[in-house]
């Protein structure tokens, strides 16, 4: 995200690679590098916490395992099993039985069991600070080997967030908690293939159990999780060598890391379902008006923020007039829109607003009531990149006569404006999942539609106010078949291209910089088995595919 940007000229310190041949005596390479940049971090390994040093590094998915592994990269591929070796769903979503395999241990080899799987989500539902996910947990019960979890809503929408992004902890180490909420389990014990070293500020080292794991033992015996300074050092890092598998914004990403490598040095930026764009405040005129919205979305040059502001990669173009990226969100396109795609067209827009009663008066846009047509583009300081979209778009709408201006906030001041609705326009973000559904619910769900003021921190920053997608959004989260489905699809995508609640530029990516220098096997384009992104819940499919590079 954007907010990951650098504002700091800091550089990592430098270190010898512990897979330096000459080193090592020419042994083989054993030890994998992984890098963030969050800076010094306090020890706190509950793997239930975002604020966790082991979610923010990612170790904690190395550590603790779901039920099932979810890759966002292919949204609609079947989950791979995981702790459990099958889960089965009941029509409505409303409950899944999973089997728990029975050679699973944890790494104090006592045997992981349906208990500790039940024990798990009743916790999580107890226990709203551990629940990130919002999974509305209503029950988990035992028979056997299987477990039957039941749910107070439908979950077709939150499959991976029901099933594959809750970790598994033993019932018996948790049970002893005096508070899970605020546990900060300095010695962690999970069922994954590794185990806690040590931990400083800065560096957390891992190592390979060698018995007890349910499938085969990684090759990587020693992972090393460093947390540097700010962007710029993790890219130092990642440019000397230092690192070799990060998820960070890199600006000039071919001088600055390629290059630096060509042979090993590589960046795999796919797009997933959640997009960035330019979400608009409706309540403001002339921005109430749905024709003013779309004609802004007609001259924004989206290859120039691509290509300009975001590297060509970090943020993959969106084409669709629906939002939904390519390839993730293809099978999603309503029929209507498939094969229709966004281009820069200042005449048509300037056709569209003329229609709609607006004149442009030399290089000066007026709306029907005869004002100068002006916004300002908000987004904080620091994110190089929104603030290069902005200045991007501020020149896109200057063609139709729209005077913009960039301010360039204070980041926790923008983010209480952006969620109080008390903005004019600015680039951000949408949540992301197994469907369409999270993009489509972040920016026009009209049950997180507040009054300008009060704060909305979940979606509709722009307070869109429109019960027909309201209405069809909880109609495709509750239906029970995909041709119901498909028709409450059709009506958000018709909603959202033809009345523009936020004009949508870029895609998210889980993706990742790293070197194929010691490690080979990594996720790509021709074998996008998983994401890439070291901190996401499948990070543990990724290194249990690598090998010594030559082996």
């Not at 307070?463 to 119901?484: I, P």
């Amino acid at each position: 995200m954007a907010g990951l940007l650098a504002t700091s000229t800091a550089l990592a310190a430098c270190g010898s690679s512990p897979n330096d041949p000459n080193k090592n005596n020419g042994a083989k390479t054993t030890v994998l590098n992984v890098g963030m940049p969050n800076g010094p971090l306090t020890e706190n390994e509950n793997p239930f916490l975002t604020t966790s040093a082991g979610a923010k590094d990612g170790y904690r998915w190395v550590l603790y395992e779901p039920l099932m592994m979810w890759n966002p990269v292919k949204p609609a591929d079947p989950m791979k099993p995981w702790l459990a070796t099958a889960a089965k769903w009941n029509t409505d979503y409303t409950s899944v039985v999973v089997s728990i395999r029975d050679n699973a241990t944890w790494s104090d080899d006592q045997k992981l069991t349906a208990e500790d799987v039940a024990y798990t989500y009743k916790l999580v539902r107890d226990n709203e600070a551990l629940n990130s996910g919002g999974v509305p947990i209503a029950d988990a019960t035992v028979s056997g080997s299987d477990v039957t979890i039941t749910f107070k809503s439908s979950q077709f929408v939150s499959q991976q967030k029901a099933i594959a992004q809750i970790p598994i902890v033993p019932k018996h180490v948790w049970e002893k908690f005096a508070d899970p909420k605020t546990e900060a389990n300095k010695n962690p014990i999970g069922s994954g293939p590794y185990t806690k070293k040590s931990f400083t500020p800065q560096t957390t080292t891992l190592v390979a159990r060698d018995k007890g794991y349910w499938q085969a033992l990684p090759q990587v015996k020693e992972l090393r999780y460093t947390s540097y300074t700010d962007n710029n050092a993790q890219t130092t890092a990642l440019a000397n060598g230092e690192s070799e598998w990060s998820f960070v914004f890199i600006p000039n990403v071919k001088t600055v890391f390629i290059d630096k490598d060509a042979a090993s040095h590589k960046i795999w930026a796919p797009p997933v379902l959640g997009i960035h764009g330019l979400y608009i405040n409706t309540t403001k005129a002339p921005f109430n008006d749905p024709k003013l919205r779309v004609a802004m979305g007609m001259v924004i040059n989206r290859d120039d923020i691509f290509n300009t502001a975001e590297a060509g990669y970090f943020h993959p173009l969106v084409k669709s007039v629906t939002g939904l990226p390519s390839p993730a969100g293809d099978v999603y396109i309503a029929d209507a829109y498939k094969g229709k795609d966004y281009k820069v067209d200042p005449e048509g827009a300037k056709a569209l607003l003329t229609g709609a009663g607006y004149k442009l008066e030399g290089n000066v846009l007026k709306d029907p009531s005869g004002k100068p047509v002006t916004l300002t583009l908000t987004d904080p300081a620091g994110w190089s990149d929104y603030q290069t979209s902005l200045e991007i778009v501020k020149a896109n709408l200057a063609t139709i006569g729209i005077a913009a201006t960039v301010d360039k906030a204070n980041q926790d001041a923008w983010f209480k404006n952006i969620e109080a609705g008390q903005f004019d326009a600015a680039f951000r973000w949408t949540d992301g999942g197994s469907t369409p559904y999270d993009i489509y619910r972040t920016i026009m769900d009209g049950d997180q539609l507040k009054p300008i003021g009060t704060p909305s921190p979940a979606a509709n920053f722009g307070r869109f106010d429109n019960k027909e997608a309201t209405a069809a959004l909880r109609a495709y989260a509750a239906a029970t078949d995909d041709a119901a489905r498909k028709t409450a699809l059709a009506t958000l995508q018709k909603i959202f291209v033809e009345q523009a609640p936020m004009i949508p530029v870029g895609a998210d990516n889980i993706g990742m910089a790293y070197s194929q220098k010691n490690w080979t096997g990594w996720p790509d384009d021709a074998n996008p088995y998983s994401a890439g992104q070291p901190t996401q819940a499948n990070a543990l499919d990724v290194i249990l595919h690598l090998k010594p590079a030559g082996s």
